[in-house]
T-cell receptor, first 114, second 114 residues
Framework: DGGITQSPKYLFRKEGQNVTLSCEQNLNHDAMYWYRQDPGQGLRLIYYSQIVNDFQKGDIAEGYSVSREKKESFPLTVTSAQKNPTAFYLC?????????????FGDGTRLSIL | AQSVAQPEDQVNVAEGNPLTVKCTYSVSGNPYLFWYVQYPNRGLQFLLKYITGDNLVKGSYGFEAEFNKSQTSFHLKKPSALVSDSALYFCAVRHSYNTDKLIFGTGTRLQVFP
C-alpha cells in the first residue's frame, strides 16, 4: 500500500540535543510538508518542499531544519534552538502542483522533553 | 488576511441524529476548501473538498459539506451520526497567493453519544 511513514512514533529529547524525525513516502508525490500540532491551535506549517533539493520556510520555521535529498524523504531536525519542542509532528505530501489535491498525512511523531 | 474559523471547540450529538460542524473562511479569490478527520494519535484523513461546481459536496463515510459563498461558510454535515464518528475535525482552505500552503482551522471535537 502506498502511504507516508513517520518514525519514530514517540521521541524524547534531552536539553541541548538535536533530534531528527523521519518522513518517507512511496506515493511518488513531489511536494512534502511538515506541520506542528498543539492542542487547540490546529496545524502550523514548519517547512515545505515542492521539489528535490529545494524547500521553503513555513510559518514557524525557527528552531527547525530540513533537507530534501531524495523525492521520497523529507526529514525534520528539531534543534536545541527550539525552546518548546513538545508537540505532535505531522508530515504530509501532495502530487505535483497540489492546488486542487488534498494532502496525504502520516501518523505523526510525538516529541517530548526529558 | 487568509484565515479559517471553526467557532465550536466541541460538538455533542446523539447517535442517529444529524450533525453539523461549522467552518467559515476568509480568502481572496475563489476558495479551495477541504475537510479532514483525525482519530487519536493518528494523522489527518481527507474527507472531502470543494473546488468548483455544485455547492453540496459528498465525501467519505457518509459526510457531506455545503459551500455557501455569500456566508463564506463550508459546514460539514452528516444525516445520521455514528459513535465511530467521534473524532477531531479540521477545516482547511488553500492559501490564495501561495497555493502550496493550506490554512487550517483550530479543529472541532465531535462527540457522538450512544
Amino acid at each position: 500500500d502506498g502511504g507516508i511513514t513517520q518514525s519514530p512514533k514517540y521521541l524524547f529529547r534531552k536539553e541541548g540535543q538535536n533530534v531528527t524525525l523521519s518522513c518517507e513516502q512511496n506515493l511518488n508525490h513531489d511536494a512534502m510538508y511538515w506541520y506542528r500540532q498543539d492542542p487547540g491551535q490546529g496545524l502550523r506549517l514548519i517547512y515545505y518542499s515542492q521539489i528535490v533539493n529545494d524547500f521553503q520556510k513555513g510559518d514557524i520555521a525557527e528552531g527547525y531544519s530540513v533537507s530534501r535529498e531524495k523525492k521520497e524523504s523529507f526529514p525534520l531536525t528539531v534543534t536545541s534552538a527550539q525552546k518548546n519542542p513538545t508537540a505532535f509532528y505531522l508530515c504530509a505530501s501532495t502530487p505535483g502542483q497540489g492546488k486542487y489535491q488534498p494532502q496525504h498525512f502520516g501518523d505523526g511523531t510525538r516529541l517530548s522533553i526529558l | 488576511a487568509q484565515s479559517v474559523a471553526q467557532p465550536e471547540d466541541q460538538v455533542n450529538v446523539a447517535e442517529g441524529n444529524p450533525l453539523t460542524v461549522k467552518c467559515t473562511y476568509s480568502v481572496s479569490g475563489n476558495p479551495y476548501l477541504f475537510w479532514y478527520v483525525q482519530y487519536p494519535n493518528r494523522g489527518l484523513q481527507f474527507l472531502l473538498k470543494y473546488i468548483t461546481g455544485d455547492n453540496l459536496v459528498k465525501g467519505s463515510y457518509g459526510f457531506e459539506a455545503e459551500f455557501n459563498k455569500s456566508q463564506t461558510s463550508f459546514h460539514l454535515k452528516k444525516p445520521s451520526a455514528l459513535v465511530s464518528d467521534s473524532a477531531l475535525y479540521f477545516c482547511a482552505v488553500r492559501h490564495s497567493y501561495n497555493t502550496d500552503k493550506l490554512i487550517f482551522g483550530t479543529g472541532t471535537r465531535l462527540q457522538v453519544f450512544p
